[in-house]
């Protein structure tokens, strides 16, 4: 089994997307990517967007060659939007493989927005609808039962996580636990009886000031849950946690405490992790950005390679490169 992490916070970018090949399947797990819109006021800077550019391209590819597409749930930086902004990936700019099988979160748990992103995509592949993929699955792909996107009851609604087997060896396999950030008990039961032997779930975001000390408590409680299932040889965790310094020594002092079994995605995919969100304001003290650069770069008029120049020397721009399969 091959896993390719394509974009995500540790890589210079907003989403949770990943590949998995095994025999003649080939499984891309929420194809979307994004650039926190809006961070202390600024917009992306083009550093970020450049990295943002880069993925994007990759996950465009991906879906050209996907056997299977799962999508967790329907927010912006977990799937292609009929109403991108400059820094998501348009829907009309994918072209999915002929006979790709879609497994799709159902429109239980979704807001109207979500419910209207839903109906952008069966529109866009010509279909009366898409079933729900809740509890459906075969010998290779399992989706779970909807678990909550963070804490129980909250707005975001519910997500669906995804089970994908080994076809060589069918006791293997890898978990997807999307937008959990390991603040419902739930979901953690989930995994615990799935048995799985890698995990790629979302942190808690320590970033946002709602986060309490018992939210903390209980996020760290359940990354050592999970680090502790028997069958779990790594557990990749990142997106939500990484979007600040603080989520990074977070994660550094969780891996100490489980001897290195849970790290980031870059650690997984052997790169020099790219804080870029966490680092917005120190890119505009470095990189002057000119007033009207983002309005000429959505319309076209201007691009990014001035700062990939300045950048690249430091290996700032490190996931500018193409991310390569990991055996597990």
């Known amino acids: 089994m091959e896993v390719t992490i394509l974009g995500t916070e540790s890589l210079g970018v907003r989403g949770l997307c990943c590949r998995i090949k095994t025999g003649d399947r080939n499984i891309l797990i929420d194809p979307g990517v994004a650039l926190g819109y809006l961070r202390h006021g600024r917009l992306p800077h083009p550093c970020q967007v450049a990295v943002g550019d880069a993925v994007r391209k990759q996950i465009l590819d991906a879906c050209s060659e996907a056997t299977d597409i799962v999508i967790s749930h329907y927010h912006g930086d977990h799937l292609p939007l009929a109403d991108a902004n400059p820094y998501q990936i348009p829907l009309q700019d994918v072209k999915f493989r002929v006979g790709a099988k879609f497994w799709c979160k159902g429109p239980e748990g ?42 129980p009851g909250s707005h975001p609604g519910t997500v669906m996580m995804s089970k994908i087997r080994d076809v060589s060896d069918g006791e293997k396999s890898f978990l997807h636990a999307s937008d959990i950030q390991l603040l419902n008990r739930e979901s953690v039961d989930v995994i615990r009886n799935s048995e799985p032997n890698a995990v790629f779930a979302s942190g808690p975001p320590l970033y946002l000031g709602r986060i309490s000390a018992d939210d903390r408590d209980l996020a760290w409680g359940n990354a050592i849950s999970i680090a502790e299932i028997p069958s779990v040889e790594i557990f990749i965790l990142d997106h939500h946690l990484l979007r600040s310094h603080e989520g990074f020594e977070w994660l550094k002092a969780l891996s100490a405490e489980t001897d290195g079994k849970i790290i980031s995605a870059a650690d997984f995919m052997g790169q020099k992790p790219l804080p870029l969100e966490a680092n917005r304001d ?10 009207r650069w983002h309005a ?20 700032d721009l490190g996931s500018l490169k193409e991310n390569r399969g990991i055996d597990i």
């Not at 209207?116 to 075969?138: Q, V």
């Not at 120190?282 to 000119?290: A, G, H, M, Q, W």
């Not at 691009?303 to 290996?315: S, T, Y």
């Open 296 to 315: 000429d770069y959505a319309d076209g008029r201007v691009g990014f390679m001035d700062f990939v120049r300045q950048c690249k020397p430091e290996n």
């Open 110 to 151: 979704c807001s109207n927005v979500s419910l209207r992103r839903r109906l952008d995509l069966i529109a866009y592949l010509g279909k009366d609808d898409l079933p729900a993929a809740e509890g459906s699955g075969d010998a290779v792909v399992q989706c779970s039962l909807p678990v909550p996107h963070g804490k």
């Open 282 to 291: 120190e890119l505009y003290s470095r990189f002057k950005v000119p007033d």
